[in-house]
């Protein structure tokens, strides 16, 4: 691999992070909950991108990124106000940045128009000039001393520096500064090597060398210090104007004249090595976090953390999911072969079990990620629709810390996006139709994560006018999902927007109207192990709530007999379990039926008979009763023949190795090697009651 390409893969690493707290920051000032430092927090990410950009070559993300942060440093230095339709602008600017960065990365195009406009917008902001009289920012090292001369601004300018042995030894590198200089117009460079000693006294960690460089008089003198911003505090550097009270020191007579602007030719097709990484990089890194440490415990922080190639993760998760398959045929073996009386041996077994759940705890604990990496990409969604339908809308988050596998964050991503859509899109009334029913005239959406009984809890909500059911049957009838004469209940109805093909949109747009509707995100969220319901009330907004696995990898379960079949219930699903006595159970027709549980009545389903092993239900008295709860059909009490035992199992997908079968979830391998199934505990009760209830079933077309 190019080691260039590794460097770069970092810097747009970086990059996502600042971006992703730029636009943080930017919401909280828009909120009216930032202060001046962050401001500056937003000017220091902005600068770290054009600073990286800069060291690949990235000319149109570090022309917009320089007006952009011209922006700011008059809003830090006071010079500039910040008001609410500058923060619009600042926010749209934000978005046109990183459209640029993943334009960088190859990743999508870039509208021309829209970055032209924007950096009109900004440069109108501040006049359309450059305040270079600004205070300087603390940026957490002693700032370098340039000395300025009281020549007339048509002389240019003469820059001396000179790096130490201390700034090399952090990664540092002439060529790269003097490669930044060369982008601020023409210039001539001289190396002034005097000091260079013999070969047998050099010490090939010091720093010998020293350049003086002529930049054209028009170069702005920010631009200059821009480029040493990150230096250090130790190099030796002088600037002055021709004819200044500083005269630029001419080169002595030894000094060796070198075409250095060849060296720098040489130097691009060079292979970089880590100290351009260190320049754009750390540099990046510095300036997010506000460090004011020095080098030495910024590279403390930067060992606090680690990154790993995904794959590794993925690979080492696999094969703690075969050791705790092993542990628990190992376990199985032992107690086969009688010899688990021995107390020794029952001790060492369970101290066996109890380490291998940890590392499995510890790997998974590797994947776990917040949400936030979701949830930070949705304000941006959300100000687009919202100026496509130009509505007032204002994004909520909550939550945005819980954490959940990986995977799933990967794939929740879809789902959420298209949820705010049809949120905004749909569920939002216009400005007048919310001023008319007396509601502020902005619209407020609400995306919030949270831990409920083992699962991830995701729910997207608004203010806005509910679902119209009465709209809704009449486009299910239309459009031939439904037949005329069936009566639904609130809840059917709303579950109808979820039926392939079915949208409300009258006019094809960006957004929606296409017929691609909220069935993908429930065959999405299914394909997690999920389930999505809804909740609305007519006037006063929606929610959609989705219920996820934590991870796809393992999980807590109830091994339960079935006929002559093993499964596993999820344990998050089950509440209790029970053995029926003859007068609790209630016959409801010649299919149905239902037990008495603490003063009220589930449905009662056999599993047995559920997934096809067996044609009639056995004596529920004969049996175990597991009464679980599921997110769309509430409680009901699930009839299996035995219980087995509880225990921790690795799933495997059952589709990606063999077909999709109804009422099951997955499937794993018990500790004596047979194959076990995984039941879908939501798919089983919705399916039971679609059988007592044949008149309410939705015929898709």
Not at 111 to 126: F, G, H, I, P
Not at 132 to 153: S, V
């Amino acid at each position: 691999m190019d080691p260039m390409e590794s460097i770069k893969a970092t810097f747009f690493q970086e990059c996502d992070e600042l971006l992703g707290d730029m636009e943080q920051s930017l919401l909280a000032l828009e909120a009216g909950e930032g202060d001046s430092d962050t401001i500056n927090a937003v000017f220091r990410a902005v600068h770290s991108v054009k600073g990286g950009a800069g060291a690949f070559g990235f000319e149109k993300l570090v022309g917009f990124a320089h007006v952009f942060e011209t922006t700011l440093d008059a809003m830090r230095s006071g010079t500039l106000d910040v008001t609410p339709d500058g923060l619009k602008v600042l926010l749209r600017a934000s978005d046109v940045l990183n459209d640029l960065v993943q334009n960088a990365k190859g990743q999508g195009a870039v509208d021309e128009s829209r970055v032209a406009t924007l950096k009109e917008e900004l440069e109108a902001m501040v006049g359309g000039g450059e305040a270079d009289d600004a205070p300087e920012e603390d940026w957490g090292f002693k700032p370098i001393t340039l000395e300025i001369g009281a020549a007339a601004p048509t002389s240019e300018w003469t820059l001396r520096f000179k790096l130490t042995a201390k700034m090399f030894a952090n990664g540092h590198e002439a060529h790269l500064l003097l490669n930044e200089l060369a982008r601020l117009g023409p210039n001539e460079v001289c190396l002034d090597a005097s000091e260079l000693p013999d070969f047998e006294t050099i010490d090939p960690e010091g720093a010998y060398f020293s350049w003086t460089v002529k930049l054209p008089a028009e170069t702005a003198e920010a631009d200059i210090r821009d480029v040493f911003d990150f230096v250090g505090d130790e190099s030796i550097i002088s600037l002055a104007r021709e004819g200044g009270e500083l005269e630029a020191p001419a080169p002595p007579a030894s000094a060796e004249i070198i075409d250095v602007q060849a060296l720098i030719r040489q130097a691009k097709a060079a292979t970089p090595d880590a100290s351009e990484l260190k320049l754009a990089a750390e540099g990046a890194k510095e300036a997010a976090t506000g460090n004011k440490d020095s080098g030495v415990e910024r590279a403390a922080q930067a060992g606090a953390t680690i990154r790993v190639d995904l794959d590794r993760v993925d690979n080492l998760i696999n094969l703690v999911g075969e050791l705790v398959i092993n542990q628990a045929m190992l376990a199985q073996s032992v107690e086969d072969s009688g010899i688990t009386r021995s107390p020794n041996v029952v001790n060492r077994l369970q101290e066996f079990e109890h380490l291998t759940r940890e590392i499995q705890d510890c790997v998974m604990a590797i994947r776990a990620q917040p949400v936030k990496s979701v949830f930070q990409r949705m304000p941006r969604l959300v100000r687009e629709i919202a100026a496509s339908t130009g509505k007032q809308v204002r994004l909520v988050t909550d939550g945005e810390a819980t954490e959940v596998d990986k995977t799933v964050i990967e794939r929740i991503s879809d789902p959420i996006t298209h949820m705010l859509r049809n949120a905004v899109d749909h569920g939002l009334e216009s400005t007048e139709e919310r001023i008319a029913a007396g509601k502020p005239a902005e619209g407020v959406v609400r995306l919030a994560a949270f831990h409920r009984s083992g699962r991830i809890v995701i729910e997207v909500s608004d203010d806005g006018k509910g679902i119209n059911r009465k709209r809704v049957k009449e486009i299910a009838v239309n459009k031939g999902l439904i037949a005329p004469e069936v009566d639904l209940s609130d809840d059917e109805v709303d579950n109808l927007i979820f039926l392939p093909g079915f949208s409300t949109a009258t006019v094809v747009s960006n957004i929606s109207g296409r017929g691609v509707g909220m069935d993908v995100v429930k065959r999405s969220i299914q394909a997690l192990g999920g389930r999505i319901a809804i909740s609305s009330i007519p006037g006063k907004g929606s929610t959609f709530t989705m219920s996820l696995p934590l991870t796809l990898a393992v999980l807590d379960g109830m091994v339960v007999m079935g006929g002559d079949q093993t499964f596993v219930a999820p344990l998050t699903a089950i509440v209790e379990t029970l053995k029926p006595k003859q007068g609790d159970i209630r016959n409801l027709g010649p299919k149905g039926a239902v037990i008495a549980v603490r003063g009220g009545y589930v449905p009662l389903i056999d599993v047995g008979v559920a997934l096809g092993w067996r044609t009639h239900a056995i004596d529920p008295t004969q049996g175990v009763i597991l009464l679980v709860e599921s997110e769309i059909g509430g409680r009901a009490a699930l009839l299996v023949d035995a219980i087995q035992g509880q225990r921790q199992v690795v799933i495997k997908s059952l589709e990606a190795n063999y077909q999709k079968v109804d009422a099951v979830a997955a499937a794993t391998i018990l500790g004596d090697g047979r194959v076990a199934l995984i039941l879908d505990i939501d798919e089983i009760i919705a399916s039971k009651l679609r059988d007592v209830q044949p008149a309410r079933m939705l015929e898709a077309s």
